[in-house]
């Protein structure tokens, strides 16, 4: 039975809806096709007519996806309630459009900010007799998709133990994950310096601001040294591959608040970094190493809850890399093992081929008892050192089979006075050198 408050939630769902479709299809028309218009040329300075795209993005792609698929189907949602977390899971991909709008969005401000005060803008907002001015409704795609996840939290709460509540809770987690996905692809746009394509370095995980401290474990530097040293503000952005170090640069001007800009100062590939989870004196710090610890990163987050989520991360991807080279390893020695048993076969196949010559030869030269006696010998003794091949050549794969690796690859704490007795714990691209 679906209560009372959780209809009257799903009303304003599908209401906001229509009204959002409305607002954006008043903009197409009432803006972005008048720019078209030559009766309008005049008011409108040269330099804009062509900057439609960046101004209104994909605005028209979301209009179209919300209009002809979307509000229909919440609106089918009103006398069958179960079928709204469907609605949005069986449309997940389309939502990725926002991503697009999104990051045009800072671009977009830009030509709104040079323009907004032209009398073409001013003349289509007093034939639409908006209140408000276009950079108003620029924003609602940005409001809309925040919008989603918060009326999706009141639904879920006043739909315990009813049909389709667990399909509901999958609906929000997709909604919170593509704000997120947003979120950090907005974070990714405001990169600069970064030679290649960043795309290449997998799916992001996490980017956070953390203050940094550069160690050099080659010259052991103490704890107390360190803290003499104003620490550097970076940006860290987590990928599947790598984790690539940025600065946040300091800009001035409108909406340079919300827009980030960060520069790049390094990468590292994820199979040659190590993690310490503990430094001695904070326990908001942890270690970034590369390599043999030729550089060495003491970071420090905004507080505990911050740094384990980011531990918890980078594990989960060492192990993921773990796994796949045990898996890799595997399907080698399956090659090896193939290819060892199509030599034996191809020794057998010599050796059957070999008896049916010697036995032509026989009948057809009619060589005495002696000669056979003889070729038989040698056809032993070729056997023979065939066996003692193939069981030397087995012994030696046995032999190089490495030993397990250990699950201890992280370092529980740091303690400068310890660096000398502790184990090492090697990056995993070392670790595949083994086999």
């Excluded at 197409?28 to 409108?44: Q, V």
């Excluded at 209009?67 to 179960?82: K, Q, T, Y």
């Amino acid at each position: 039975i679906w209560s009372f408050h959780f209809s009257h939630v799903l009303n304003e769902l599908i209401q906001t809806e229509r009204v959002y479709v409305r607002e954006l299809y008043t903009v197409l028309l009432g803006y972005r096709a008048e720019m078209d218009n030559p009766e309008m040329f005049d008011l409108m300075p040269p330099l804009l007519r062509n900057k439609k795209d960046i101004l209104f993005g994909n605005m028209a792609e979301i209009y179209e996806f919300h209009n002809d698929i979307f509000l229909s189907s919440l609106e089918n949602c009103a006398h069958a309630p179960e079928r709204v977390g469907p609605c949005f899971l069986e449309r997940k991909d389309d939502f990725q459009m926002y991503a697009k709008y999104c990051q045009n969005k800072p671009r977009s401000e830009t030509i709104w900010r040079k323009y907004s005060e032209c009398a073409f803008f001013q003349e289509c907002q007093r034939k639409l007799k908006h209140r408000l001015r276009l950079d108003s409704y620029l924003l609602k795609p940005v409001q809309r998709i925040t919008k989603y996840q918060l009326l999706l939290k009141e639904l879920l709460k006043y739909s315990k133990d009813c049909e389709g509540s667990a399909l509901l809770k999958k609906a929000l987690d997709a909604m919170l994950d593509l704000l997120k996905s947003v979120n950090d692809s907005m974070h990714q746009i405001a990169i600069n310096g970064y030679i290649g394509n960043l795309n290449e370095l997998g799916k992001m995980i996490m980017q956070g601001g953390f203050s940094v401290w550069i160690g050099h474990k080659k010259g052991a530097t103490k704890m107390k040294d360190l803290a003499r040293f104003k620490p550097m503000q970076r940006h860290l952005f987590l990928y599947e591959k790598a984790i690539v170090f940025c600065k946040r640069r300091v800009e001035s001007g409108e909406g340079s608040d919300r827009y980030p800009s960060y520069s790049f100062k390094h990468c590292w590939k994820m199979d040659e970094v190590g993690i310490t989870e503990y430094v001695k004196g904070d326990n908001r710090k942890f270690e970034i190493w590369y390599g043999e610890k030729e550089e060495v990163y003491i970071v420090q987050a905004s507080n505990v809850d911050v740094k384990m989520t980011w531990l918890k991360e980078i594990r989960n991807i060492l192990l993921k890399q773990q796994e796949l080279l045990t898996v890799k390893k595997r399907k080698q020695q399956d090659q090896l093992t193939e290819r060892d048993k199509f030599q034996i076969s191809l020794q057998q196949n010599d050796e059957k081929q070999q008896g049916a010559f010697i036995s032509t030869e026989e009948t057809e030269l009619e060589h005495t008892s002696t000669v056979v006696e003889v070729c038989e010998a040698i056809a032993s003794v070729q056997a023979e050192a065939n066996t003692v091949w193939t069981e030397a050549s087995q012994s030696a794969e046995i032999s190089e089979e490495p030993a397990e690796w250990s699950s201890n690859y992280f370092y529980p704490t740091y303690d400068e006075n310890e660096e000398e007795n502790r184990p090492l714990m090697r990056p995993v691209s070392e670790m595949a050198l083994l086999y």
